[in-house]
């Protein structure tokens, strides 16, 4: 089992930042992919940003240039630094890492950016 632990969501104006960190432990070896998604209101989750299995970084078209996803492998730790923040990427940010063919899911970190 893989236990995901996030943080560092609240509430910022637009314009503003934040970091949010997904702390993973357990069963961590093997792990091959970690990254985000976000979940605004009334919608789907959707995907973020994430390593890939070819150890390069993806992001959604509409985070791209304004979000950076970052990790410490020391601390197990995945980062997602978010910056000239909009209303739009209000939503509940879930980390995930992928071992095997098993992907675990973090409890979610509420983002609220007000206009």
């Known amino acids: 089992q893989v236990q995901l632990v996030e943080s560092g969501g609240g509430l910022v104006q637009a314009g503003g930042s934040l970091r949010l960190s997904c702390a993973a432990s357990g069963s961590i070896s093997s792990i091959n992919v970690m990254g985000w998604y976000r979940q605004a209101p009334g919608k789907q989750r959707t995907l973020v940003a994430t390593?890939?299995?070819?150890?390069?970084?993806l992001y959604a078209g509409s985070v791209k240039g304004r979000f950076t996803i970052s990790r410490d492998n020391a601390k197990n730790t995945v980062y997602l630094q978010m910056n000239i923040l909009k209303p739009e990427d209000t939503g509940v940010y879930y980390c995930y890492a992928d071992k095997g063919s098993v992907r675990y899911w973090g409890q979610g970190t509420q983002v609220t950016v007000s206009s």
């Open positions: 390593f890939t299995t070819s150890d390069t970084t």
